[in-house]
């Protein structure tokens, strides 16, 4: 599948701090998925879009379905330090490959 | 649900002997596995899909007779790494999709194989 963009590459997050990431693609999907990754770990589901214009919710995350099909952002809100590690975003029109993106590296900042 | 095994977690072989990892979707039939590599710091790197019964689909630039996968029921798929080299030691991680009551292209990964080649 081709690359998503997605960015920041990495961030620093605060206790207590709101974060947000997204992802972007050149064509459209009919489907957004946003995994965390743990280091040494498989990449685990954290929130599936369907619809444009969705948004969701699961827990403290949030995630919407970009209305042009061609985007998505992951909102974190009150981060605390298990938040930490890194997030995929991926993407698919009809096809049960996924594209990937980069990933997003989540520290605590010092 | 969807939970996904992968075994051995980590293994370490000598160079030119063969290892072979095992992915199970343990609470759901998986009529998809992938099978991906991952190198430190980068993003997944689809290598094969293989379907229940089937022949599996390999990505542009994986060989087929040096990663061998079999998917011999709806709950186990088997990735055997022949021949091994310095040079296929990774994180190898498998996903499965299918009726674990998501969507039809959620895919649930396990949680990962370590292997590393001496």
């Known amino acids: 599948g081709q690359q998503l963009n997605q960015s920041p590459q990495s961030m620093f997050i605060q206790e207590g701090e709101d974060v947000s990431m997204n992802c972007t693609s050149s064509?459209?999907?009919?489907?957004w998925l946003w995994y965390k990754q743990d280091p040494g770990e498989g990449p685990v589901l954290l929130i599936a879009l369907y619809k444009a214009g969705e948004l969701t919710s699961n827990g403290r995350l949030t995630a919407q379905f970009g209305i042009t099909r061609k985007d998505s952002f992951l909102n974190i809100s009150a981060s605390i330090p298990s938040d930490v590690g890194i997030y995929f975003c991926?993407?698919?029109?009809?096809?049960?490959?996924?594209?990937f993106g980069a990933g997003t590296t989540v520290t605590v900042r010092a | 649900g969807a939970v996904v095994s992968q075994h051995p977690s980590w293994v370490i072989c000598k160079s030119g002997t063969s290892v072979k990892i095992e992915c199970r979707s343990l609470?759901?039939?998986?009529?998809?596995m992938f099978w991906y590599r991952q190198f430190p710091k980068q993003s997944l790197m689809l290598m094969a899909t293989?379907?229940?019964?089937?022949?599996?689909?390999?990505e542009q630039g994986v060989e087929k007779d040096k990663f061998l996968i079999n998917h011999a029921s709806l709950t186990l798929s088997t990735l055997t790494v022949t021949s091994a080299h310095p040079e296929d030691s990774s994180f190898y991680i498998c996903s499965a999709s299918g009726l674990a009551g998501g969507g039809a292209y959620e895919q649930y990964f396990g949680p990962g194989t370590r292997l590393t080649v001496t």
């Open positions: 609470d759901f039939q998986a009529t998809t």
């Open positions: 293989s379907n229940e019964g089937s022949k599996a689909t390999y």
């Open positions: 991926a993407g698919t029109l009809n096809d049960y490959k996924l594209s």
């Open positions: 064509s459209i999907f009919n489907t």
